[in-house]
């Protein structure tokens, strides 16, 4: 029988979370830092951890969606995450080697500098802070490896798992429906990612025989302020609460990629998925503004 095992690193995660409930015939192993509950515990730091496990498991691919997911966390910690980036691809690839196994490691959208986006997979990468230069170099680790590797590059993951950290689309839902004022930029672009498409497609990229680096985004090029707009629309709630700010009014520790945002095409012709619009979405996601409360 086929060996349809995967290996969720990170899986206490917002995208591991949700990659583990996924409906799918593979089996998945789930595991995180802690290594909790019935998680296997895999701290990317520590090399020793790491081997043991993916030996232990002996999967067909394994699935890195642990980060260090706080772009300001990572200008003002640049040695932690290039430990969990960088190290922490290093010691993932030495372990898939020595099993045999593939790698999929998850990237971003701010390898770029943001200044023609959307961007293709043969655009240059120019990170502009230290989120986005750590995840190249790990991308490079990879790249480089003796096993299979897959890149997924995604752009502003959002939706809605209970257990998990509020994302930019429920934290804006939930301050609205709330009647609290928030500020937002006006000139950050990107396709937002509903997580569960994002999922979808890693799960199905694997049972392809490619490699490289791929990316994933949302159907709609958007501005923060103009998905918040939207929300407002969808969910009727008062958009005199929002503020219009530029990023450089903002004044955040990390520089941001203006004009991110990533196309789909190559992603439509491995796997043939249509990403939903948008507003659609957001019309799934009202039926939990009660949650976020």
Known sequence: ????????VGASGFLGHVLCDMPDDSTRVSASRSGQGNHVRVDL???????EAVAEVRPQWVINAAAMTSVDGCERDPDLARAIHVEGTHNLVRACEAVGCGLVNISTNYVFDGKEGPYSETDSA??????GQT??????VLLNAQCPGIVVRTAVLYGFRAPC??????WAMACLARNEAIRVVT??????????????FILNICKTDFQGVVHFGGADFLTRFEMVERICAVMGFDVSLVSA?????????????????LTM?????LCDVVPAPFDDVLLQLKSIVHKLK
Do not use: C, H
Not at 1 to 8: G, S, T, V
């Open 1 to 8: 029988m086929a060996n349809n095992r995967l290996l969720i």
């Open 45 to 51: 730091t520590q090399p020793d951890l790491v081997v």
């Open 126 to 131: 120019r990170p502009v802070n230290v989120y």
């Open 135 to 140: 995840k190249l170099d790990s991308e490079a």
């Open 165 to 170: 950290r509020p994302n930019f689309v429920t």
């Open 187 to 200: 000139d950050e672009w990107a396709n937002p990612t509903i997580v569960d498409e994002l999922a979808s």
């Open 245 to 261: 700010m530029t990023s450089a009014e903002f004044g955040q520790p990390a520089e941001r990629p203006l004009r991110a945002g």
């Open 265 to 269: 095409a190559l992603a439509k012709s």
